[in-house]
């Protein structure tokens, strides 16, 4: 992938995907159909709540989250009033939900957010909080079918708690084997000059923090 793919600024990449109203990295498709007939067969009707997301989109939610206009959680999933805290600590706290724009994994199209869209009501969409995925929540057997066969299909869990200062994501998989080359090909430089151009809230407290901010939430992940 070229630096304006990697970075969410072109999506060449990506084909649209309408069945899912959504698009995806052209090596991804496939795979996540065959897991998705899968899972079917299991009972569970896996549909992306998110995939590919461009810069401007995810700008957009980091800004309004900076600002205030976007509710951010605590890592207790209670809400946090920003704009009370000072930059430095204002960007940490997003930094454990939501990527830098730049630095999400979506702008490659190979990452999905998914829920199970047979647990619940038609017009009723997942607000990827822990509770819905965690035991007694309505996406809990999609959680324990995708963690005995995602890894099949080329799909792994990157934010589990564990290495990187992203919060555990169990709705959040990703298709290893393009991912895995983005990440290696997202450098610092990279990431900085993306951030340096776009009118980022905050960019001054990022830009100032921006080499352990691509190690800690960027290249930390939890393998496959």
């Not at 990157?158 to 990187?164: F, L, V």
């Not at 991912?179 to 290696?184: D, M, S, T």
């Not at 610092?188 to 000059?193: D, T, W």
């Not at 340096?196 to 001054?204: M, N, S």
Request: net charge neutral; hydrophobic share 45%.
């Amino acid at each position: 992938m070229t630096p304006a793919e990697l970075t969410g600024q072109a999506r060449s990449h990506v084909v649209d995907v309408l069945e899912f109203d959504c698009a995806l990295h052209r090596e991804v498709v496939t795979p996540f159909i065959a897991m998705r007939k899968a899972a079917l067969v299991d009972g569970i009707d896996l549909w992306p709540a998110s995939a590919f997301r461009d810069f401007d989109r995810q700008l957009a939610i980091w800004n309004g989250k900076y600002t205030g206009r976007r509710p951010t959680m605590g890592a207790d999933g209670a809400p946090l009033e920003l704009a009370r805290l000072p930059p430095a600590h204002r960007v940490e706290a997003i930094l454990r939900w939501s990527a830098l724009p730049g630095a999400s994994r979506h702008h490659w199209g190979t990452d999905l957010d998914l829920y199970d869209r047979g647990a619940v009501a038609s017009n009723v969409g997942p607000s990827l909080q822990t509770a819905e995925y965690a035991a007694g929540g309505p996406f809990a057997p999609a959680v324990a079918w995708l963690e005995r066969h995602a890894a099949r299909f080329g799909f792994f869990r990157p934010y589990r708690g564990r290495r990187s200062g992203v919060l555990a994501e169990p709705w959040h998989y990703s298709f290893a084997p393009i991912a895995h080359r983005a990440l290696r090909r997202l450098d610092v430089q990279m990431l900085r000059e993306a951030i340096a151009a776009a009118p980022l809230e905050g960019k001054e407290a990022v830009l100032d923090s921006i080499d352990r901010i691509h190690a800690r939430y960027v290249a930390s992940i939890d393998s496959f």
